[in-house]
């Protein structure tokens, strides 16, 4: 079975912090995503990655950075946390087009 | 742009009523159309991928299924345990890889 691993499931921090969520995946997949799930708003893309050192920018991107030094982790980056990041993160990997993404159990992150 | 709708938004069943769930999309060039059951706190559990119109997958009590213009998640006499929120995410036109997500049908059964 496909694991992926979130580090924190659930982190208080404080406005201004410079925050990071750790993604790691078991699989040797290529592909990594980032999400944020909100109420009301469903999944939504920030980052994604193809390969390691490579990015590409999600629905919205603004206010967070990716880092992916090793094929097996993504790291997501709150360069300096707002309230309006308070969210559940997901972390997701997946094989080539066509196959399914495969998710962690998700970071709650709350922004004071 | 691609965009996935799911109706209802919530469904509350009885132990073995069965109904579905509907999942519309838009989207050029399919590469897949993808199921997933979230419980609360937790991160989307994969079930199913459909790849063209006409095709089915079954596991246990769901049966999902595909045209052109939607998906259909038949849950068959549901059980509690099949109370969870089920998502449906389209892949292909310019989004690459990346998957775009309906938000969602909260389904709860009662005993």
């Known amino acids: 079975d496909v694991k992926v691993t979130q580090s924190s499931r659930y982190l208080v921090k404080r406005t201004g912090e410079k925050v990071f969520l750790e993604c790691v995946q078991d699989m040797d997949h290529e592909n990594m995503f980032w999400y944020r799930q909100d109420p009301g708003l469903g999944l939504r893309l920030i980052y994604f990655s193809y390969d390691v050192k490579m990015k590409e920018k999600g629905d919205i991107p603004e206010g967070y950075s990716v880092s992916r030094e090793k094929k097996e982790r993504f790291s997501l980056i709150l360069e300096s946390a707002s309230t309006n990041q308070t969210s559940m993160y997901l972390c997701?990997?997946?094989?080539?087009?066509?196959?399914?993404?495969?998710f962690g159990d998700g970071t709650r992150l709350s922004i004071l | 742009e691609d965009q996935v709708t799911q109706s209802p938004e919530a469904l509350r069943l009885q132990e073995g009523e069965s109904s579905s769930l509907n999942c519309s999309y838009t989207v050029s060039g399919l590469r897949g159309l993808f199921w997933y059951r979230q419980d609360p706190g937790k991160g989307p559990e994969f079930l199913f991928t459909l790849y063209s119109a006409g095709e089915e997958k079954e596991k246990e009590r769901l049966k999902a299924t595909l045209t052109k213009k939607e998906s259909f998640l038949h849950i068959t006499a549901p059980k509690p345990e099949d109370s969870a929120t089920y998502l449906c995410a389209v892949q292909g036109g310019n989004s690459g890889y990346a998957l775009n997500f309906g938000k969602g049908t909260s389904l709860l059964v009662t005993p």
């Open positions: 997701a990997s997946s094989g080539g087009g066509g196959q399914p993404q495969h």
